[in-house]
């Protein structure tokens, strides 16, 4: 029972502690920026209650103007709390530093109370919040002065009487404690900075990988239309076209700039998408028009090769996955199959539940690859090979589909024989049998 109203206190004074030494900090601020401020705070806040402490001590022996500096001190440190409260954080600085190096001078000097250590503190403050070097020369050169001046000045003054000398060691003990502080302070912010500096260097990074992502899928999206545009208009320029075929011809150049935009508008998604990094976004969905959207991408290529296509998609077969990932993945198996296929070939597109995954399989009867191949297709030291008709790929592809197999709950196996071609296959999660289309 005493256990439990001891946490509740000690949680409360925790994010008492923690609300008052961020006072004037926010998430927007720059991170030097929010760590100078904030140590100010850490020093300003111990202060309050031990120089009221002091003052009523002093009044309490008679020493009256002791006590009111002690009083104005605490007041300079609860004003530098507002002052970054109300986001004037310059001022702040200025006024804590200015006002602290004027009482400890003058109390220094006419009290020999040790107070000329607390100068320490506020010359490492000024060392750490200021950039500008001839603020900190000048800033330093005064305090230290200062220091210089309450050490070698004669220290028997009739102005008044001195402060016992156990006070004289407390004073001291004090300050060298604040300077520990403000200075393991610094070296918190210094790892702290380093930390920040590592995390943006590996969001960069990441960044950096996605931007090779999506110029993969743009060159995936892009290059077919345009290689198929470029046999077209090279045939027109020939005059291969008889006129009676001319206006099939365009009709199917029609359509292939179509499929261009719709590819362009697929990049223009991904790269919204991709500002903060490519994430899966798994929705459910059917296969069948999928991959009817797949097939008709490579339609002119199919053509032209008079590779045949057969399909075994069942209509009412649901995925839970990211439908733009999947048909990226789609597209780089289907573009590898017609690539490595001969003239005439035979390509077959599969799907089929396999537990709680879908098995899709794209299988092709050309080239095929060598186990070497095989194993290093989907890391860096592949080398692309030439389809059959001598076209070139990048071989980011497969790295990219990799991936997002596996982002989506799923993976990719591959089988392949020399000269009797490669089968391609992608498990996915199957889709919720509770699935509507209108959902």
């Known amino acids: 029972m005493h256990k439990g109203p001891t946490d509740y206190l000690y949680r409360i004074i925790q994010r008492t502690w923690s609300y008052i030494v961020n006072v004037g900090t926010s998430p927007l601020m720059p991170f030097i920026e929010s760590r100078r401020t904030r140590l100010l705070n850490l ?40 002052l970054h409260w109300k986001r004037r954080y310059l001022s702040a600085r200025l006024v804590a530093i200015v006002c602290s190096i004027l009482v400890y001078t003058f109390t220094g000097l006419f009290f020999h109370n040790g107070a000329e250590y607390f100068l320490l503190n ?58 520990v502080v403000a200075l393991s302070f610094f070296k918190y912010i210094q790892a702290d900075y380093q930390q920040e500096i590592e995390k943006q260097r590996e969001a960069l990074a990441t960044l950096n990988k996605d931007k090779e992502k999506l110029f993969s899928i743009v060159a995936h999206d892009i ?56 994430h899966a976004q798994p929705v459910n969905f059917f296969l069948e028009p999928l991959a009817t959207e797949v097939l008709y991408f490579f339609e002119m290529i199919i053509q032209q090769k008079k590779i045949i296509v057969d399909t075994a998609i069942p209509s009412d077969l649901l995925l839970y996955a990211d439908r733009d990932q999947v048909s990226v993945i789609l597209r780089n198996f289907l573009s590898n199959a017609l690539k490595f296929s001969y003239t005439g070939g035979q390509i077959e597109v599969k799907a089929m539940a396999a537990g709680t995954q879908v098995a899709i399989s794209i299988t092709d009867h050309g080239t095929g690859m060598l186990p ?61 049998p509770d699935f509507h289309e209108d959902d």
Request: include cysteine; hydrophobic fraction near 45%.
């Open 372 to 432: 070497t191949q095989v194993l290093n297709l989907f890391s860096y030291r592949q080398s692309p090979g030439y389809g059959t008709e001598g076209e070139r790929g990048t071989g980011l592809g497969l790295i990219l589909c990799k991936e997002f197999a596996q982002q989506n709950g799923g993976e990719i196996t591959v089988e392949s024989h020399v000269g009797k071609g490669t089968r391609f296959t992608v498990f996915l999660p199957m889709g919720k």
């Open 43 to 82: 020093l300003a806040i111990p202060s309050i209650p031990f120089m009221l402490f002091f003052a009523v001590l002093n009044a309490s022996q008679g020493r009256y103007l002791l006590a009111a500096l002690n009083v104005t001190t605490s007041g300079i440190n609860v004003f530098v709390l507002w």
């Open 223 to 278: 290059r077919s239309p345009l290689a198929t545009l470029e046999v077209l208009l090279d045939m027109f320029r020939k005059g291969e076209y008889p006129e009676m075929e001319m206006e099939e011809a365009a009709g199917m150049l029609h359509k292939k700039i179509a499929q261009l935009g719709g590819s362009l508008d697929n990049v223009l998604r991904w790269s919204s998408r991709s500002m903060k990094g490519i």
């Open 122 to 179: 506020i010359l490492i403050c000024c060392i750490l919040v200021y950039d500008n070097k001839w603020v900190v020369a000048g800033l330093s050169t005064l305090v230290i002065t200062a220091f210089l001046l309450i050490i070698f000045m004669p220290q028997q003054w009739h102005l008044a009487q001195p402060v016992p000398q156990s006070r004289v060691w407390t004073n001291v003990a004090t300050s060298l404690f604040f300077i």
